[in-house]
């Protein structure tokens, strides 16, 4: 009698084509499993903070979209400043609509408080980088045209920030670095506990921690890709950033702090000539104040990105 094992039972298109935890699953026939950062929420009027929110389609041939968030004090008189946040996920997962980010959102929208444009670029592996990149950019840009009556009635072009933890601190750096390109100003630029690489692994980095990297960026042009090791020989230099101030936020227990305080110490080196701060939460893990926005060291963290916002 011959048995069936159930590997053989599998359809071939229905194989694993690569398994990247605590990401994602990818199948042969091209289909995406996420462990995580799915859940979305609606905007709303937030009952906590008063803030209300909504969304704004920004490209309709992608589907690429910003989240928007006015504090209730915008009509008391006055310009806000504006906050362009980029969410972490390794570029695979979480969204501008992730219940983790409206939280956060609303939390700096009320208590700096300004008008965040949190953008929702498309996911890797079905949409392979530089998609993120470049959606980015787009709704970076659209918040410039001044289309949307919150930001054209209530904020300040003045005091631009650009935010982002993890993969989205990698991609406001390189916001930051084209937005100077392109004669768009930025106040401060906020990078919370931000991915960074290199081909040489660093501090409690794996050696084979560019596996996902190579695997949502088919033409990357290596581990030491400028978009990936900002330092790395032949990439921009930092002295190029044109914001005023950096801020560059770690946690003692992030494999990526070691790439943080590179990325200070190579900006420090520079010649640029802005104020960069350097912060390290001690005994925290990675994005520790989004997964335990409760906790003291989570309240820390926010006041700290609040008064780096709100500091002329």
């Given at each position: 009698?011959?048995?069936?094992?159930?590997?053989?039972?599998?359809?071939?298109?229905?194989?694993?084509?690569?398994?990247?935890?605590?990401?994602?699953?990818?199948?042969?026939?091209?289909?995406?499993?996420?462990?995580?950062?799915?859940?979305?929420?609606?905007?709303?009027?937030?009952?906590?903070?008063?803030?209300?929110?909504?969304?704004?389609?920004?490209?309709?041939?992608?589907?690429?979209?910003?989240?928007?968030?006015?504090?209730?004090?915008?009509?008391?008189?006055?310009?806000?400043?504006?906050?362009?946040?980029?969410?972490?996920?390794?570029?695979?997962?979480?969204?501008?609509?992730?219940?983790?980010?409206?939280?956060?959102?609303?939390?700096?929208?009320?208590?700096?408080?300004?008008?965040?444009?949190?953008?929702?670029?498309?996911?890797?592996?079905?949409?392979r980088?530089?998609?993120?990149?470049?959606?980015?950019?787009?709704?970076?840009?659209?918040?410039?045209?001044?289309?949307?009556?919150?930001?054209?009635?209530?904020?300040?072009?003045?005091?631009?920030?650009?935010?982002?933890?993890?993969?989205?601190?990698?991609?406001?750096?390189?916001?930051?670095?084209?937005?100077?390109?392109?004669?768009?100003?930025?106040?401060?630029?906020?990078?919370?506990?931000?991915?960074?690489?290199?081909?040489?692994?660093?501090?409690?980095?794996?050696a084979?921690?560019?596996?996902?990297?190579?695997?949502?960026?088919?033409?990357?042009?290596?581990?030491?890709?400028?978009?990936?090791?900002?330092?790395?020989?032949?990439?921009p230099?930092?002295?190029?950033?044109?914001?005023?101030?950096?801020?560059?936020?770690?946690?003692?227990?992030?494999?990526?702090?070691?790439r943080?305080?590179?990325?200070?110490?190579?900006?420090?080196?520079?010649?640029?000539?802005?104020?960069?701060?350097?912060?390290?939460?001690p005994?925290?893990?990675?994005?520790?104040?989004?997964s335990?926005?409760?906790?003291e060291?989570?309240?820390?963290?926010?006041?700290?990105?609040?008064?780096?916002?709100?500091?002329?």
């Open positions: 009698m011959e048995v069936t094992t159930a590997a053989h039972s599998i359809p071939a298109n229905e194989e694993v084509e690569i398994d990247i935890f605590p990401f994602f699953r990818m199948y042969r026939s091209g289909r995406v499993e996420r462990f995580g950062g799915t859940d979305k929420v609606p905007p709303s009027l937030d009952p906590a903070t008063g803030v209300d929110s909504k969304d704004v389609i920004i490209d309709p041939s992608t589907g690429v979209f910003a989240r928007l968030y006015l504090p209730p004090t915008a009509n008391d008189g006055g310009k806000l400043p504006i906050l362009f946040y980029i969410h972490g996920g390794g570029f695979c997962i979480e969204s501008a609509a992730s219940p983790v980010y409206h939280r956060h959102l609303n939390d700096l929208s009320s208590l700096t408080p300004l008008i965040a444009v949190s953008v929702d670029y498309r996911l890797a592996p079905e949409h980088l530089p998609a993120a990149y470049d959606d980015s950019w787009t709704a970076f840009r659209w918040v410039f045209s001044r289309a949307d009556p919150w930001l054209a009635q209530h904020g300040d072009f003045g005091r631009v920030f650009v935010a982002g933890d993890s993969a989205g601190g990698n991609i406001a750096h390189h916001i930051a670095l084209r937005a100077a390109a392109e004669g768009l100003a930025i106040k401060g630029l906020a990078l919370i506990h931000p991915y960074f690489g290199g081909s040489v692994p660093v501090g409690s980095e794996s084979d921690s560019g596996r996902m990297w190579k695997f949502i960026f088919p033409d990357t042009e290596g581990l030491d890709d400028p978009r990936r090791n900002p330092v790395a020989e032949g990439a230099s930092l002295a190029a950033l044109g914001c005023e101030r950096v801020l560059v936020s770690v946690a003692e227990k992030d494999f990526l702090r070691e943080g305080l590179i990325y200070y110490e190579k900006l420090k080196e520079s010649g640029w000539r802005g104020e960069v701060e350097f912060v390290e939460t005994e925290a893990n990675h994005v520790f104040h989004l335990n926005p409760e906790t060291q989570a309240k820390n963290k926010i006041k700290l990105l609040t008064d780096f916002f709100k500091k002329d």
